[in-house]
């Protein structure tokens, strides 16, 4: 089975269709964004119920608070204005509790998120495919018993106890492994390179937490698929042919198998802000997570109404991106096909 260089990927048809989808995320993103607002505003209270509380602020101020922020006008009144913002200049508003642009808040906060990750997914699949492959390999040996029941562990047990795991894992071993931040307290004086080791550094408790919950699954699916094409009777006249097992298995079956995982990837892309929460969270990374709990918690609207957006443009995005790299890789699919 050939593969398509990338040139070759966009042709007016995939063209086409990347514009259809374009347009179909505009409208999808609207309706989230009309349902978010809503929801948001089915809780009870705002973010002025807590500075009510405080004595020492005057009703003038939360007066003027309140019309600086919007608050004062109808629901239906409020989003129509953060809607125009958002297609017209693409302001996503100012933050409630720290009096600075949305956006800014954003962008301080998308590296870590991004770095943490990334670097998981790379980390979960360059664990789970060869694990999954071996096991396919091994089928009903006692290494491929072994691995299934670490796959059955790993999807068992919930990301919390796991990142509760690692924090006390890293307590027993202190100081050798950082349990907080994404940075020591000299991180400035470091050189270059002692930066990036910093980093590193800190990442390891996070990455791994965030691997093992993703791993397990990634393992039996790869298994899975990979069973079912060695299955295939096309696998048995290769066999028969002579080739080497290896081509076998690495040319012939993992092709033909990667494609529900390629998909896998796209999904995975989607959930790089609400996958890293939990280990931002026990952690203490950096990361959009730590923001957008702090937002929910506080009613800060249009940090939560901004974080929500970047959510689903993101699952829309990484789908996307799915169906043109299961082109790149199987070129009889058709996108339109992909529906």
Do not use: C
């Not at 004062?72 to 693409?90: A, E, M, S």
């Not at 509760?164 to 492994?177: D, E, F, G, I, K």
């Not at 800190?202 to 937490?209: N, S, W, Y």
């Amino acid at each position: 089975m050939a593969i398509r260089k990338p040139r070759e990927i966009f042709d007016q048809e995939t063209l086409l269709y990347i514009v259809k989808r374009v347009l179909q995320a505009l409208v999808t993103l609207f309706l989230a964004s009309v349902l978010s607002f809503l929801i948001i505003q089915l809780a009870p209270g705002d973010f002025l119920d807590t500075l009510r509380q405080n004595p020492q602020m005057s009703e003038e101020t939360l007066l003027d608070l309140q019309t600086r922020f919007g608050l004062d006008k109808p629901v239906l009144t409020q989003y129509g204005l953060w809607i125009w913002r958002v297609v017209r200049y693409f302001d996503f508003g100012i933050s409630f509790e720290s009096f600075r642009p949305v956006h800014e808040l954003l962008i301080e906060r998308v590296p870590a998120t991004l770095l943490l990750a990334l670097t998981s997914i790379i980390g979960t699949w360059a664990i789970a495919i060869p694990l999954g492959i071996i096991s396919a390999v091994k089928q009903n040996t006692l290494l491929d018993k072994f691995l299934r029941v670490i796959s059955y562990l790993g999807q068992g047990l919930p990301s919390f106890i796991t990142a509760l795991a690692l924090l006390m894992v890293a307590q027993r071993l202190s100081p050798l492994l950082p349990v907080g931040g994404m940075t020591s307290i000299n991180f400035t004086d470091l050189p270059w390179y002692g930066k990036i080791a910093d980093i590193g550094w800190h990442m390891i408790l996070p990455t791994i937490a965030l691997s093992l919950t993703g791993f397990a699954g990634l393992q039996r699916l790869t298994r899975g698929q990979l069973l079912d094409v060695l299955r295939q009777d096309y696998i048995q006249t290769a066999r028969a042919k002579g080739l080497p097992e290896n081509k076998v298995i690495y040319v012939h079956a993992l092709r033909n198998a990667i494609n529900p995982l390629i998909t896998l990837l796209g999904f995975e892309f989607a959930s790089l802000l609400s996958g890293s929460f939990i280990s931002e969270f026990f952690f203490n990374w950096p990361g959009l997570g730590t923001l957008t709990l702090s937002a929910v918690q506080s009613q800060d609207l249009y940090l939560v109404m901004a974080a929500l957006m970047m959510s689903a443009t993101m699952l829309i995005v990484g789908n996307l991106l799915a169906d043109l790299l299961l082109k790149f890789v199987d070129p009889r699919i058709k996108l339109e096909d992909l529906k």
